[in-house]
Nanobody
Framework: QVQLEESGGGSVQAGGSLRLSCVAP????????MGWLRQAPGKAREGVATIDGAGTTTYAESVKGRFTISRDNAKNILSLQMNSLESEDTAMYYC?????????????????RGQGTQVTVSS
């Protein structure tokens, strides 16, 4: 079974920054659209950001200008740099992969997903 392993979550005050990382098999990074999803208690899962094999990125409107997704194919790592964090960003964040469609991944439909890492932003 393919595993995606997230790290980097934690607690931070509003306005602060966190960087999430996800270790993924090289074949997945190469062949899938990769991204980050999140889910807050009582809310629907939502797509946060995606990146395809060519490096093209997409973002949810709520995080544009604050979050940056990137990938390091040599190290098999997907990252999410989160700046200017807001209390509304509090959620469990998941590394995810979707075959072929980054649009679907941004709509939170995935083929593979990690166990998640918690991000808590206090105001």
């Amino acid at each position: 079974q393919v595993q995606l392993e997230e790290s980097g979550g934690g607690s931070v005050q509003a306005g602060g920054s966190l960087r999430l990382s996800c270790v993924a098999p090289g074949s997945i990074l190469r062949d899938y659209c990769m991204g980050w999803l999140r889910q807050a208690p009582g809310k629907a899962r939502e797509g946060v950001a995606t990146i395809d094999g060519a490096g093209t990125t997409t973002y949810a409107e709520s995080v544009k200008g604050r979050f940056t997704i990137s990938r390091d194919n040599a190290k098999n790592i997907l990252s999410l740099q989160m700046n200017s964090l807001e209390s509304e960003d509090t959620a469990m964040y998941y590394c995810a992969a979707r075959l072929l469609s980054c649009d679907s991944l941004l709509r939170a439909t995935y083929n593979i997903r990690g166990q998640g890492t918690q991000v808590t932003v206090s105001s």
